[in-house]
């Protein structure tokens, strides 16, 4: 940390720097999906996009110059469509533009029944260090009820040949799915915990707007049902050894998603690809960007030079709420010093909304340090409302 | 005086009274096309979208007729909602004439009766009109018999006519010129000009709308109200064409507006008779009366800081609708917030919209209420607006409750179903009669019952066949009692309701479990309990809610989970906070919502 103060607040040091990489294609949309992803239709204009990548991250340079990048996440859509060679091209024109830090984390999302054996030799090869596997279930009905493509046997397969050439891989689950009872829910968390994951993030099937499930919602459990799933979906985690560090997410001890606790310890991330997003801070302000999010917009943005939609200054009165939206998910909480360092807000800005919410039981604290209690981990939404501007 | 004719216009909600009014104007040309908006009579927005008329205005047409002379017709445009019956009755009091336009394809419904009998005991002529007569559904003849039977009215020689289309427009003009009578009335003697309506005006202050009687009324002249004996002096006379048109003086038979610098309107009451300082008149004109409010409600702003707002915003409010009336009020529950009386359910309705609307307020309206009478142990009567100030039975030995007349207009087909409902309501049964298609039912009603639900549930029994028009009748000894809300073991006093002892059980257990349903659920478990004296009668439990946490959020979720957040915490804002409770609006409504067995 630099020892010169900014007059009226300020960034005395940047926070580390990930890059995430998106890709925008799946094979088909899912009905309770709102990220961006896009159906193929045809050949993926695989080489095309990798080189629109490379020139985005180009034109990212400059404001991030000399600053280390700590983690790659090459997410989707389903980036397991792209062939080892288009990535290892793009990790290779990665590691020639910027410093990538030797022991950076690089995960990529694959989903089952889009890749075979060699690939993920190929991935591995190319430097892909983690992956993160969308089963989502092992249960072939639930598979068909979220309109997955894969089924039981396809997860299992993929899983295995994961082992073969990755130590670090992450699966995830989803549950409180159609129709699902308790013990279903549980039969498909044993599931997948005899895959001996090192991380596993369960996430409770959320009705987005702008989603077909949305629009036509399928039989859901009621919340009753859906928070027992939730408890005993963490008892069993626990006894399996695995840590509960954030919301949706357990690891083994030592296999917390780097990447991920980058976005929630407020870090900054370089965000290229269609849709992406970036947060980038400077001494003097906090900028968050986003891209053309048609993979089509986006490439004929990229090839006229600049895939920005949006390039705006976060409004100082935000980032606590932004801060705290992403902080408060981790279990541990973040030591008080944090919410300076990343925001350049003194910390009276915050005290007083953390004590009320001390005294109603859903934050705890010491004197550097703030956590959410049990109560405010299973409420998050009513506290981080509190931090609103 | 004899080429003046003044009418009104008697018709029930959307039998096209407006309509027909805008074709007189543009007929006569009173505005030109450009400055027709739709619906000129009815000014404001609300009334616009609900499509009534609650302030009366009036136009004077210049009309040449077929017999070559030109006649000055004074439309004086009237409510047509059973909560303002006084304004109507005092709008037809300054008619000679009026015409009662039907619906050909709907035919005669209470409220229509109501007015019309109204108008008939007041003398004044009426005359038929049957409108819509091109819709395809229209059976003029049916309706004409119709008339006939319920009002007893020659009608087989009404005009048909399509206001909508311009169809027999001036075959109605002709009527009102040869069958309503000229106005009489004494030209050179005291001036009496009865007050048909009056507003507030930003910039002259209160204007009156006005029937002359007797003599004249001028600028310069000092005028004698008489039921406040207030004076004032005339400043400006003049007409509606519907334009304000400044005349020298308003003589006797017209009808015009007056401005007197006066600057509230409760000095200038609807009803009242104005006359000279010298020479005065001896006695007022027939028929005013002091408007009570009937029904009452607390009114809270959700936020306690929009008091004051709040406080100014039915101060404005008032300018323009004498008929409100609001005091300060606190409530353990709510805050500070005003008890409020209103004519009735729909002027509460529009208030509370107006509020919402055009002063951009967020509100908790408690249930309505009637006023009661409390006989106490040392015989004084005293009266009671407010259900949680209801003493302990110990200390009255006796509770009146006001009980209506109503009126009830229903095709066969629905009798059975009405009656049962009249029956639940407590209502005692005075008269029923079959006329043609229909059947007019009289019935003595708690007015408590009736300001709850009982004109949605009448219009659901009947398929929206029946209507209704009700008269206050007197007050009543009843065994009634008071039903308590508690949330969380606090009682909420906002939630008080006074209820029969016979239905109070079953009431306050569907009253809580109306209310279980419509709370969300919170953090923590919600009792809902009701009782009557200390004793609980039902209770029922708002589970708490499990969890409420967003699934995920990651580097490109933070503006969408941002907003919902947002979304979530606006959704809470519009509930009020009682103890750690939210409740939204609809829970303090709740009892509404309860079905009778």
Known sequence: MSAIQFHGGGLTALPPLSLYIHIPWCVKKCPYCDFNSHAQKGGLPEAQYVDALLRDLESCLPLVWGRPVTSIFIGGGTPSLFSAQAIDTLLAGIRARVRLLPDAEITLEANPGTFEADKFAGYRAAGINRLSIGIQSLDDAKLKALGRIHGRDEALRSVEIAHRHF?????????????????????????????????????????????????????????????????????????????????????????????????????????????????????????????????????????????????????REQLPFEFMLNALRLTEGFPLALFTERTGLPLTRLLPEIDRACAEDLLERTLDHVRPTLRGRRFLNALLERFLP | MKHIRNFSIIAHIDHGKSTLADRFIQFCGGLELREMSE????????????????????????????????????????????DFSYEVSRSLSACEGALLVVDASQGVEA?????????????????????????????????????????????????????????????????????????????????????IDSWFDNYVGVVMLVRVVDGQIAPKDKLLFMSTHAQHLCEQVGVFTPKSIQREALKAGEVGFVIAGIKELASAKVGDTITHVRPAADTPLPGFKDVKSQVFAGLYPVESHDYESLRDSLTKLKLNDASLHFEPEVSQALGFGFRCGFLGLLHLEIVQERLEREFDMDLITTAPTVVYELVMKDGTVTQIENPSKLPDPSKYQEIREPIITATILVPQDYVGPVMTLCNVKRGVQRNMQYLGRQVMLTYELPMAEVVMDFFDKLKSVSRGYASLDYDFKEFQAADLVKLDVLVNGERVDALSLIVHRANSVYRGRELVSKMRELIPRQMYDV????????????????????????????????TRKKKLLEKQKAGKKRMKQVGNVEIPQEAFLAILQVSDK
């Open chain 2, 111 to 195: 409220q229509t009766v109501a007015n019309c009998y109204t108008a008939i005991e007041l003398g004044v002529e009426v005359r038929p009109v049957l409108n819509k007569i091109d819709l395809p559904a229209a059976e003029p003849e049916r309706v004409a018999q119709e008339i006939e039977d319920i009002i007893g009215i020659e009608a087989a020689d009404a005009v048909r006519a399509s206001a909508k289309s311009g169809i027999g427009i001036e075959d109605i003009l002709e009527e009102v010129v040869n069958r309503i009578p000229p106005p009489t009335g004494n030209p050179d003697g005291p001036l009496k000009a009865l007050i």
């Open chain 2, 39 to 82: 619906q000129v009579l009815d000014s404001m927005d609300i009334e616009k979208e609900r499509g009534i008329t609650i302030k009366a205005q009036t136009a004077a047409l210049q009309y040449k007729a077929r017999d070559g002379q030109i006649y000055n017709l004074n439309l004086i445009d009237t409510p047509g909602h059973v």
């Open chain 1, 167 to 315: 130590d670090n891989f992450n699966l995830d689950l989803m549950y409180a799915l159609p129709s699902q009872t308790l013990d279903e829910a549980l039969a498909d968390l044993d599931a997948a915990i005899a895959l001996a994951p090192t991380h596993l993030s369960a996430y409770h099937l959320t009705l987005e707007p702008n989603t077909l499930f949305h629009r036509y919602p399928p039989p859901l459990p009621d919340d009753d049902l859906a928070a027992d799933m939730q408890e005993a979906i963490e008892a069993r985690l626990a006894a399996a050894g695995f840590e509960h560090y954030e919301t949706s997410a357990f690891a083994r001890p030592g296999r917390r998603a780097r990447h991920n606790l980058n976005y929630w310890t407020f870090g900054d991330y370089l965000g290229i690809g269609a849709g992406a997003h970036a947060k980038i801070s400077f001494p003097d302000r906090i900028t968050r960007q986003a891209r053309y999010k048609q993979p089509t917009d986006y490439l004929a943005r990229m090839a006229a030079g600049n895939a920005a939609e949006l390039d705006q200054t976060v409004p």
């Open chain 2, 527 to 558: 009792a809902v309990q009701a009782a009557i004296g200390g004793q609980i009668i039902a209770r029922e439990t708002v589970k708490a809610m499990r969890k409420d946490v967003l699934a995920k959020c990651y580097g490109g979720d933070i």
